[in-house]
């Protein structure tokens, strides 16, 4: 039944997040098809069911309505940059200049 595959691999999930503190699941060829499941669920997440949505939810697969607001909504204003001095338009504090020598 398709109900007991999505909660076979959820509960695969569960205890992948509990030992590595992620739901990054490697293609590594031990879990393949842990990673591709997730992949899936992403892609299709318009088309699961309310349970399945928060259960990802949940566990970090797919963002919450709030981090989804606060990362898109106010994106962060870049901080101003200063304007490029060129070193030639940097006086030198003990030298002086041509003209100012041939007055002396």
């Known amino acids: 039944e398709l109900g007991d595959e999505w909660d076979y691999y959820y ?8 030992r590595y503190n992620h739901v990054n699941v490697p ?11 997730i992949k899936l669920q992403k892609a299709k997440s318009a088309y699961l ?6 259960a990802l939810q ?6 919450t309505k709030l981090s989804h607001e606060l990362a898109y909504s106010n994106p962060p204003i ?3 940059r200063s304007k490029k ?7 030198k504090k ?11």
């Open 11 to 18: 509960r695969r999930l569960q205890i992948f997040e509990q």
């Open 27 to 37: 293609r590594d060829g031990k879990r393949d098809d842990l990673h591709d499941w």
């Open 49 to 54: 069911t309310q349970e399945r949505v928060s």
């Open 58 to 63: 949940i566990i970090g697969v797919l963002p």
């Open 78 to 80: 870049p901080p101003k």
């Open 85 to 91: 001095i060129e070193p030639s338009a940097v006086k």
């Open 94 to 104: 003990n030298k002086q200049s041509p003209a100012a020598v041939k007055q002396k």
